[in-house]
């Protein structure tokens, strides 16, 4: 929730944020699948969103520091190039299908697309 202008200075990542949940089915009327990912960091909150064949990964680092953090998959896998479809920052290759190593800025969001 929101306050009365509380949306003032933010209006670019609102349309960016409500763009991609319109053009990604899985963040719109997916289900959250908290079993498919693991993660190093206890600051760290991490979730799969998945439907029919798409999946997202979606990190919240919830510390006011920035956080490097492991994140390893139980389900599909991460793209060889993977991107934070945030911001458009391409992200290290991943260690193996499987592991990405991700590092968040305090309170950041990331959105990983994951391969079929």
Do not use: H, K
């Not at 003032?8 to 009327?29: H, K, M, N």
């Not at 908290?34 to 064949?53: I, K």
């Not at 492991?70 to 190039?81: H, Q």
């Amino acid at each position: 929730m929101m306050f009365a202008g509380g949306e003032q200075g933010i209006e670019g990542d609102l349309r960016r944020t409500l763009g991609l949940r319109r053009s990604r089915a899985e963040l719109r009327e997916g289900e959250a699948d908290y079993a498919a990912v693991g993660v190093s960091s206890p600051d760290v909150f991490a979730v799969v969103r998945r439907w029919n064949d798409q999946a997202t990964l979606v990190l919240v680092n919830l510390a006011a520091n920035a956080v490097r953090a492991n994140c390893t998959l139980a389900g599909p896998s991460f793209p060889s190039a993977p991107v934070n479809l945030l911001g458009g920052r391409a992200l290290p290759p991943p260690a193996g299908p499987a592991v990405l190593e991700v590092e968040l800025a305090a309170y950041e969001v990331m959105l990983v697309a994951l391969a079929a």
